[in-house]
């Protein structure tokens, strides 16, 4: 097994080497021509690495990536030409800029849903080369011409073969960066958050932070390659960085695969040769890229990058690979001492839909260490109490606190720092990660303010994630899931997905547990594990909030149970009170349980 397990990484290690070893050597085998080809190709790359960390691996509509490259090389080049700084100089503030530009842009992304985000960004992309035309500091339609090639002890980069070298070093820190950001703590709250942004919050990702992050990712590529592609030809002008070089980029990153970091640099590399190839025919070029981008679309979504793992998913359906077993759930440890926080206090929260009053005035107080039960009819408002309680929606009137704090108005991934969590009725794993990720981005509680060492500490994030993934080793070990770590959610039977979600909802250490309906779908034998683990989490000292169908469980487990009906309460108590009561059982048993099966759920499970 661990054979099999190191020998991928072996094989990417080698192939890492010989890769580098050919980009090397390159340079030998081409003329002047073609050196220039594969340095404009190396910009590309570049500037499609930043698309791919917003567009694919954050789910940000970015089509702003143009505009970020002009905005580096114009800045340069003005730098350069205009104020007379040095090109290094230059640089720095060339970055910068392109770095505000980038916040600039991710602040509407801190309101907006993402696809308003296009137009923003289109918006933005247009304005850009609108500017630059007109620009008098920007040399008008005619562009700037004279930038310096970058001085570098006495190496003579305007020879466009030792620049090539200049571009591999940068390059290979931009790849090599963003991979590691992929594949570490800020990345998989990235891609946590394309998967699902409520999800996201709700285990504690900073979402409207992290939109943010995701366009500073990309405006920052984007001026390196601004930078890279002003130094290298000198020269640069408006068409540059037309709104039509912004679909080639697009093309580059959908047919490369967009998830992928190397799928991206695949995609450009390939497309500027492509491109080169055709440049005499470049509206039929433009008309082929459409179309090829079309087909991927719709027969390979994943891009070139995604093909071996689709092949090797068929191949594996094919051989029926029995899949592993769940295993037995470990208990956690019971608390010692009483805890003292979990508590919620809801007083008179009302929530309206347009015309429609989901909930009308609920009041309930739940105590620290209680398992609380919420029923109620389809449509009572259940759902809409635990989107208000978790910060997704808004109350409409009310206050509610949570171990003291006020909640209405706070994000829901305030809520899940100060301990609260939640499971969704119709489940929310993060769909393209793994079992062991989905729990990795809600084992991670780090604040945004630390993602400052991504910059000057990796070291740091490398230790935090050795912490992460044993931690996460344990958790799958308690929820028996040990088996599945490298499963896709949605490859797993429904029961199975369920306990992940728990598993996810725990893995954030919560004092306050909202489950709704987490046995819906669940087999006999698995809503008895369900109990079990309920249990469990309880006696470690969780309040628990559950919202439930399944009357015995709900008599069994819960200390005092409450009644929704249209959004409001209608009787609160322990389940034996509640079960008897006559408004209760018109509202809401009458319709599907009989009144006798309630009584004998109560008579047998729920009163020792
Ligand atoms: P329950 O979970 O008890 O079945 P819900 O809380 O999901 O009920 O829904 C309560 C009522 O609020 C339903 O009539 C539902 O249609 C409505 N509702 C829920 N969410 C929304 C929404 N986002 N927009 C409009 N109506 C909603
Ligand atoms: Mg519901």
Redesign the pocket.
């Known amino acids: 097994m661990s054979l099999l397990r190191t020998r991928p990484a072996a094989i990417k290690v080698l192939a890492a080497a010989a890769i580098a070893v050919a980009a090397w050597f390159l340079p030998y085998g081409l003329d002047t021509y073609g050196i220039h080809v594969i340095n404009i190709a190396v910009v590309f790359a570049l500037l499609a690495v930043g698309l791919g960390l917003a567009m694919g691996v954050a789910g940000q509509i970015n089509l702003a990536q143009v505009a970020f490259f002009g905005i580096g090389s114009y800045a340069l080049a003005i730098f350069t030409t205009n104020s007379g700084l040095g090109f290094w100089v230059s640089a720095v503030l060339a970055m910068l800029a392109t770095a505000l530009a980038g916040l600039f842009v991710g602040i509407p992304a801190l309101r907006v849903q993402s696809h308003y985000l296009g137009i923003v960004t289109l918006g933005l992309a247009l304005a850009f080369t609108n500017w630059v035309t007109n620009a008098q500091v920007a040399g008008g339609a005619s562009g700037i011409n004279g930038i310096p090639a970058p001085p570098a002890f006495g190496i003579d980069l305007t020879n466009e073969y030792l620049y090539y070298y200049f571009e591999l070093i940068v390059f290979a820190l931009a790849i090599g960066f963003a991979l590691f950001l992929v594949r570490t703590a800020l990345g998989r709250r990235l891609r946590a958050m394309r998967d699902d942004s409520l999800a996201a919050g709700a285990v504690g990702a900073p979402v409207p932070l992290l939109r943010m992050t995701a366009f500073l990712a990309a405006s920052v590529y984007g001026g390196a390659a601004g930078i890279l592609y002003a130094g290298l030809i000198h020269y640069i002008a408006p068409e540059s960085f037309s709104v039509a070089n912004m679909f080639l980029l697009l093309a580059m990153v959908i047919i490369g695969g967009r998830q992928s970091i190397i799928g991206c640099v695949i995609g450009a590399i390939a497309l500027a040769l492509v491109r080169e190839a055709l440049v005499d025919f470049s509206i039929y070029a433009q008309l082929g890229y459409g179309s090829v981008v079309v087909l991927m679309v719709v027969f390979a979504p994943t891009g070139l990058a995604g093909l071996p793992q689709r092949i090797r998913t068929a191949i594996r359906r094919r051989r029926h690979r029995a899949p592993g077993a769940l295993a037995a759930f470990r208990p956690y440890e019971p608390a010692t001492e009483e805890s003292a926080s979990g508590s919620l206090e809801i007083s008179g929260i009302s929530k309206q839909?347009r015309g429609?009053r989901?909930l009308d005035g609920v009041t309930l107080s739940v105590e620290p260490g209680e398992i609380r039960g919420i029923v109620?009819p389809?449509?009572?408002?259940?759902?809409?109490l635990f989107n208000v309680i978790s910060g997704i929606y808004t109350a409409s009137g009310g206050t509610a606190t949570f171990d003291g704090r006020q909640l209405v108005g706070r994000r829901p991934y305030q809520l899940s720092h100060q301990g609260m969590s939640r499971t969704f009725?119709n489940l929310r794993l993060f769909g393209e990660m793994t079992v062991e990720e989905n729990l990795l981005v809600a084992l991670d509680r780090t604040p945004m303010r630390a993602a400052w060492r991504y910059v000057v500490w990796p070291i740091g994030i490398w230790q935090h994630e050795r912490r992460l993934r044993r931690a996460s080793a344990d958790l799958l070990d308690r929820f028996g899931l040990t088996d599945f770590a490298e499963a896709a959610p949605r490859s797993l039977p429904y029961g199975i997905q369920r306990r992940v979600e728990l598993a996810r909802a725990m893995a954030a250490e919560p004092s306050l547990l909202l489950l709704d309906e987490p046995a819906a779908g669940l087999n006999g034998q698995e809503v008895g594990q369900l109990q079990e683990i309920v249990r469990s989490i309880r006696d470690s000292g969780v309040t628990v909030v559950l919202i439930e169908h399944n009357m015995s469980l709900v008599m069994s487990l819960c200390d005092r149970v409450t009644v929704?009906a249209s959004g409001r309460v209608i009787a609160e108590g322990t389940p034996a009170e509640v079960a008897v009561r006559p408004e209760v059982i018109e509202a809401y048993l009458g319709d599907s349980f009989s009144t006798a099966e309630v009584v004998e759920a109560v008579e047998t499970e729920a009163l020792p």
């Open positions: 839909f429609l989901a109620g389809n449509g009572s408002g259940k759902t809409t009725q929704l």
